[in-house]
């Protein structure tokens, strides 16, 4: 493909295109793309390339899709959606957009995934940085295939950008990339512990990228900074609408590289439920973007890296407050005339707790597409809508796509999932009110909990890493204790020989609840299942009625969970969760995957007067990684007791 070269100078924009390659420029910022692929293959500010330019112009800023032939059963290939086709969609004073597309076609190689590609780049005056955004459209009868990721990508320059920043506590000076070639690989290959670092304080450290990882509902800005010039690299994404997963799906954001993503679909932290899987030919189009690449510098000559990080989270707000954008151009981005409100009240009528309803203080509540009590979190193909309510329970859900959709919500603090029993059909303009009320699982009143309602393990107790690991610690000695490395091995250390116990009533969840539970290993890469025990008093039992035990899982990966009350009978226990979980997120630091709720019913002739134990295994051996991690824990009275 062969364009002419041209330099039309336009007032505060400027576009130049060559042969091969394609510059967009506004004074502020400079980008270079290629024709007709649509790689960036260099981003300059101030006269800095802020691109790895020593990398191949395919590694250093570009859309990505990891995916899946399903009838061919291949293994997972990337696909960096190169285009065969690249337009000018707009180019005059007030804006530059871009396009670089491919359609799909049964001639092309089996490396192509079955979509229709569109992705667009946008300047605009004034601006210090670019947009960018894609739409990915699957046509009916096209061939089944399957996603695990999709992303934006960048790979900054090596040698100027050290500082890694993603929240008020979460920066730091990072490791350099050669720091992880002359480490020592772990107990999978993203965690390396450092031996010899060019930068000495990070000795005995390990580098790990899920050390980043962050909830979508958090994941705003992120970014890097150099010190010399004093520049800031940032990726700002200003709505979670065309994430999956919803505000509590965890993702990467920057790491070692250094590098910085913007994720819209994964698996992380949850596991092949949120893979896109599209069979039978299915139709389907989705809109991901814009997002925002932010460039901005320090010329006071303090070289402080938090005076970037705070303006780039003024410019994030200001991204934020301008969502839906009015600029894009593509005709498939719905702009706020296109859009709807729903707003109202939730409470939650816990009926052994408060007479009457009561609000549910900071719920979040959204909009996603219909399905079943909690499916939300495992939803990929749609688009979601959050908001958190006030201490009133009052919400408001702006800016929502027309389309059917379900009303779900959770409360911090209230045990399970709420679900709207009916459809929302969302018009452009339309402001839906509604008034709400959660009626959370409840058969009797509580006996005893362990743990709080929150979808988390983070209060339970997390143990300091390994002394042969150092402490990994953010600005101002910052310290999240939950990501360390090698932690699930901690358990064999606390308990080597027998498991843990925990006594209702003289027992504190905080520091004698261990925050997963995980595998014995037993040397030689062997590993054994473990049993907990709950021992609690009952001062009386009524045989006739049944109790009821509801556990909350924060977390599940490849685990089983199997329950006994008072007799162990291995071959029959009184409850089993079977084989469940991919979430993994006890080797990535996580804290918490997907939320499973489960509701035992317990026949009072399985209990007794007195001293009670229920065992709680996790009875899938044969891997350090195979666990699950509590939420919550509750036993009931009887149905009906006061």
């Not at 597309?101 to 569109?118: F, H």
């Not at 009528?349 to 399905?371: C, F, M, S, W």
Request: contains cysteine; glycine residues 8%; charged residues 25%.
């Amino acid at each position: 493909m062969s364009f002419f070269s041209s330099c039309r100078q336009i007032p505060g924009l400027h576009l130049h295109i060559e042969d091969h390659q394609v510059e967009m420029n506004n004074g502020f910022v400079k980008v270079t793309l290629s024709i007709p692929e649509g790689l960036v293959t260099g981003i300059s500010y101030k006269g800095v390339e802020v691109l790895e330019n020593s990398n191949e112009e395919t590694d250093r800023g570009y859309w990505d899709i990891v995916w899946s032939n399903t009838s061919a059963k291949s293994s997972y290939q990337m696909d960096k959606l190169f285009g065969t086709n690249f337009k000018v969609i707009v180019q005059n004073e007030d804006q530059i957009e871009l396009s670089f597309a491919r359609t799909w076609n049964p001639s092309l190689d089996d490396s192509k995934v079955p979509l229709n590609v569109d992705r667009r780049f946008v300047m605009l005056p004034q601006s210090s940085g670019f947009y960018t955004y894609a739409i990915l459209e699957h046509l009916q009868g096209w061939p089944d295939f399957d996603v695990q990721e999709a992303r934006i990508a960048f790979k900054l320059q090596q040698n100027i950008f050290h500082y890694m920043a993603m929240s008020d506590q979460r920066q730091r000076i990072m490791p350099m990339p050669v720091d992880r070639g002359t480490g020592e690989v772990l107990d999978y290959p993203e965690a390396v512990l450092l031996i010899h670092p060019v930068n000495p304080d990070l000795k005995d450290e390990v580098d790990d990228k899920y050390f980043y990882s962050c909830d979508n509902k958090d994941s705003k800005v992120h970014g890097w900074i150099s010190k010399e010039p004093p520049i800031g690299f940032w990726l700002i994404t200003p709505s979670n609408e065309f994430r999956t997963g919803g505000p509590v799906k965890q993702d990467l954001t920057s790491h070692v590289g250094p590098t910085t993503l913007s994720m819209f679909v994964s698996t992380h932290y949850a596991g092949d439920e949120l893979a896109l899987m599209f069979r039978n030919g299915e139709p389907w189009k989705k809109v991901f973007g814009p997002v925002f690449v932010y460039l901005n510098s320090d010329n006071s000559g303090k070289k402080d890296p938090n005076s970037l990080w705070e303006d780039a989270k003024e410019r994030m707000l200001k991204e934020t407050a301008s969502w839906p954008y009015s600029f894009p151009l593509s005709k498939e981005f719905s702009h706020s005339d296109k859009r709807g409100t729903v707003r109202g009240q939730l409470l939650v009528h816990d009926r052994y707790i408060y007479k009457e309803p009561t609000p549910a203080n900071q719920a979040y509540v959204g909009l996603a597409p219909p399905g079943d009590v909690g499916s939300w979190q495992r939803e990929s193909k749609g688009y979601q809508f959050w908001s958190q309510a006030d201490s009133n329970g009052s919400f408001v859900i702006n800016n929502v796509l027309a389309g059917n959709y379900n009303l779900y919500a959770w409360v911090p603090g209230v045990i399970g999932d709420y679900q709207y029993n009916h459809d929302i059909t969302m018009r452009p303009g339309a402001d839906i009110k509604l008034e709400l009320v959660y009626e959370p699982p409840r058969a009797g009143p509580t006996l005893w909990e362990i743990g709080v309602p929150d979808r988390s393990a983070a209060e339970f107790y997390v143990p300091d890493p390994s002394p042969s690991f150092k402490i990994h610690k953010y600005k101002d000695d910052h310290v999240d204790k939950f990501r360390q490395y090698g932690l699930w091995a901690r358990y064999t250390d606390l308990y080597p020989q027998s498991d843990l116990v925990y006594t209702v009533g003289s027992s504190n969840y905080k520091s004698d609840w261990f925050f997963a539970h995980v595998n014995r290993h037993m040397g030689n890469l062997k590993y054994q299942g473990t049993t907990w025990k709950i021992l609690f008093d009952l001062n009386s039992v009524d045989k006739d009625e049944t109790y009821a035990l509801r556990i909350a899982l924060a977390s599940a990966a490849d685990a089983e969970l199997q329950i006994w009350f008072n007799t162990v009978n291995v071959e029959a226990p009184d409850f089993t969760t079977g084989l469940i979980g991919k979430d993994n997120a006890i080797a990535r630091h996580g804290i918490h995957g997907l939320y499973w709720l489960f509701s035992v019913e317990v026949k009072g002739s399985k209990l007794v007067k007195g001293t009670n134990t229920i065992f709680l295994k996790q009875s899938r051996d044969g891997d350090t990684f195979r666990g699950i991690m509590y939420d919550y824990i509750r036993l009931e009275g009887p149905v009906g007791t006061p």
